[in-house]
């Protein structure tokens, strides 16, 4: 029974020196955004060569759209549409991710900083084979904005392929 008691005793002292370590560290360090922002682009591979200024100065998107109707269009095709963007904000802005909402939805995204100012680009693709009626998806970044996430959509009237439909019957 002692050696159980003495066995938690020194567990819970464990975990509380662990939980001010580890405050302590972030205070050392003096944690921002822009450290955390750089580690994750340099995990996902890129090099980068300017993150967010020490000074508190952030990038910032500013879309002409962040909604795209392709209208009506046939099973089958593949509709293209640029999302074009501003970086209005007073620091590099990095994209570290583009994520289709499902795989018929393809977007590509610049791998450079954008410097403010400047202009970029998202390019996006939706295959429509095999997705009739209305189809609505999103396209998630993720970049060093705050916040970090940005969410765009595309939606489509997808008529079915009559040439699909005469071959299953």
Known sequence: MTKRLFLSAVITLGLFSAC???ASKIKEEGSTSSNSVASTA???GMEIST???P???LPSFEF???NHDFGTIEEGTIAKHDFVFTNTGDAPLIIT?????CGCTVPSYPREPIAPGEQGTIHVEFNSNGRTGNQT???TLTSNT????KVLRINALVNPDPNKQQAQQ
């Open 64 to 66: 002409s759209e962040e």
């Open 42 to 44: 340099q995990d996902n």
């Open 51 to 53: 993150t967010i200024n």
């Open 137 to 139: 998806k999103t396209v």
């Open 55 to 57: 000074d508190g100065k």
């Open 97 to 101: 991710n583009a994520q289709g909402s």
């Open 146 to 149: 705050v916040p970090n996430k």
């Open 20 to 22: 001010d370590n580890a």
